[in-house]
């Protein structure tokens, strides 16, 4: 079988590839870093890089590339110590090689996992814990593995004297964690959680920020000299403009920051600028590197602990935010209640009102005494409904979704009653409301106050539209589970565009912005109450032929 159809095998060598090109990468960088070392040893730097990239590579690729960087970080050495001294015998170059190049991978494979399960991975910088987990555990504490195993491996094969292990180890601690703090988080950095438009808005700060910074590290460095210069301590005045970057900009700036200081005081140093001279061999290199480790472990716990109070910041304006529509909310809403309640009450007080003009009319009435208790009758309903709806308003209850409190009705009887109530009410205009029912009865049981509210703003609804003597009929009958009622006028009817919006939020919203009369308000009352039941509601109409609502609900809800 050939290699292009077989999945295994190029799986295989793709994964060869990838770690030929880490060991490549990882030791590429580890060469150049070794001969751009200071004056102290040939075998540390000032910043070594190649920790930080070694990390990122077992982070994002997983451990198995262990394999890449310890191949990669023997050949480098091996290489360097050939260049570096010929004379050596093969098997000491082999030695050292190794011994460091294990160091190498116990130290990135112990990065790496910190990096995971401690520092909370890409977002090592939003949160003061995992920044304070980044440098302590992350940078230092996987550093001191490397610094403890190659130098050692030097002394062994007597490529360095006992006497200079202690400080080789120091330079070297110090040289992986910086490279740790500024190039491992420059490559694992959260890129994701950047603002670039707030970026984009400040971009003359941000311009003018590079300027300062360009001047401040070339002085620091050296480059821009002057008498007055020499006697000032010039390497602490990027500190200022590291807080700036860090407090202004975040974890972009803080990385912008470090990263520029570090290239310009390393390749400074190269190029003989140093930013700490001093008299002693190395000690120039050394007091450069504990510098640029302090800078870079302060930097990022401070951007840590920023980042963390401007997430909890956010936060609370969110939440803020939040509070402020919810009120708005909230009041919107008790308006819309107090709207409905006043246009429910409208219903019970018309009906005591009318049926008390017509008890104080001896003309109607007379000395009548059925009529007078069929009027008390109603004027004590009325009453009671408006009672029942103001109470629910003071007990914070939503009037446009009362909770169903079903009970057993016979549903001919209640429509009957609706249209006998309303016929008194309309009684000075001579209305008429006809109940039309093919059942004797019809069993079922519903919340019988929501019922009424709903066929009695019906019938108020379609009593304002109809002319003196008019009909007005309520339609009843039965299907299956269900009760169909339906409530017929003679009105004007509506338009087929006005019918889809009859029974929601927005038209009611233009009734409270428009005219109090206007209709819209009891629909949408109307159409919540029949939705709470478990119905639904139509409507036919043709304009200037009056209109029907047709409601359909459980013969039994509940």
Same mark, same amino acid.
């Not at 490279?179 to 003018?208: M, N, Q, Y």
């Not at 007078?372 to 103001?390: M, N, P």
């Not at 109450?529 to 409507?539: E, F, H, P, S």
């Given at each position: ?39 102290? $040893? ?62 190498? &991978? ?34 230092? *504490? ?12 030097? @002394? ?87 807080? @700036? ?49 302090? *800078? ?34 909230? /009041? ?12 429910? /009450? ?9 049926? &008390? ?46 909770? #169903?409190? #079903?009970? #057993?009705?016979?549903? &001919? ?12 009410? $309309? ?23 929501? *019922?009424?509210?709903?066929? $009695? ?29 339906? *409530? ?18 927005? +038209? ?43 409601? +359909? ?6």
């Amino acid at each position: 079988m050939s290699m292009p159809g077989n999945p295994r095998l190029q799986s295989w060598m793709r994964a060869v590839w990838l770690q030929f090109l880490a060991a490549i990468a990882f030791g590429g960088v580890s060469f150049l870093s070794l001969n751009l070392a200071g004056l102290m $040893e040939r075998h540390v730097s000032a910043v070594w890089p190649a920790s930080g990239l070694a990390m990122a590579i077992l982070y994002f690729y997983g451990r198995r590339f262990w394999v890449a960087i310890f191949v990669g970080a023997t050949l480098s050495n091996w290489s360097t110590s050939w260049l570096e001294f010929p004379e050596l015998p093969l098997w000491r170059m082999a030695v050292s090689a190794l011994g460091i190049a294990s160091g190498a &991978v116990l130290e990135s494979m112990t990065a790496a996992w910190f990096l995971k399960h401690r520092a909370g991975g890409q977002d090592f910088c939003l949160s003061a814990a995992h920044a304070t987990a980044f440098v302590l555990l992350v940078s230092l *504490v996987s550093a001191s593995i490397s610094a403890l195993i190659g130098p050692t491996a030097l @002394w062994f094969v007597e490529t360095i004297p006992p006497e200079s292990w202690g400080m080789v180890a120091l330079t070297w601690f110090v040289g992986d964690a910086t490279g740790i703090l500024v190039f491992g988080a420059a490559l694992v950095f959260p890129w994701r959680s950047l603002d670039f438009a707030l970026l984009r808005g400040r971009w003359l700060e941000i311009s003018f920020f590079f300027l300062v910074l360009a001047l401040v590290a070339g002085t620091m460095t050296g480059m821009y000299q002057s008498p007055l210069m020499n006697e000032w301590p010039r390497a602490y005045m990027i500190l200022p403009v590291i807080l @700036w970057a860090v407090f202004r900009f975040n974890h972009v700036g803080t990385l912008a920051s470090l990263v520029f200081v570090t290239l310009l005081s390393v390749g400074g140093s190269v190029f003989g600028h140093e930013v700490f001279p001093s008299e002693q061999p190395g000690y120039a290199l050394f007091f450069l590197q504990m510098f640029l480790l302090i *800078v870079s472990a302060v930097a990022w716990t401070v951007c840590g602990k920023v980042n963390e109070l401007q997430i909890l910041t956010n936060r609370l304006e969110h939440i803020v935010t939040s509070r402020v529509i919810a009120q708005g909310e909230a /009041l919107r809403r008790r308006e819309e209640r107090l709207s409905i309640l006043a246009h429910d /009450l409208q219903v019970p007080l018309i009906g005591i009102r009318n049926m &008390v003009q017509l008890l104080l009319d001896p003309r109607r009435v007379g000395d009548d005494p059925e009529k007078s208790r069929q009027l008390l009758g109603v004027i004590s309903q009325a009453s009671e409904q408006a009672r029942a709806l103001a109470g629910r308003l003071l007990a914070g209850q939503e009037i446009e979704h009362p909770q #169903p409190r #079903p009970e #057993p009705v016979d549903w &001919v009887e209640l429509v009957r009653g609706v249209a006998r109530r309303a016929s008194l009410l $309309e009684v000075s205009r001579e209305l008429r409301f006809v109940t039309e029912s093919d059942e004797p009865r019809i069993e079922g049981s519903v919340d019988s106050t929501v *019922v009424l509210q709903v066929l $009695e703003n019906l019938c108020h609804n379609a009593a304002k539209v109809s002319a003196h003597g008019g009909t007005i009929r309520l339609g009843l009958r039965s299907e299956g589970a269900a009760v169909i009622i339906s *409530v017929s006028d003679q009105g004007p009817g509506f338009r087929s565009e006005e019918i889809p919006a009859l029974f929601t939020r927005t +038209r009611f919203r233009q009734r409270i912005r428009t005219l109090p009369e206007s209709t819209g308000l009891g629909l949408f009352i109307v159409g919540n109450a029949v939705r709470d039941l478990g119905g639904t509601i139509t409507c036919t109409s043709e304009e200037g032929r009056g209109a029907t609502f047709i409601i +359909r609900l459980p013969q039994k809800a509940g």
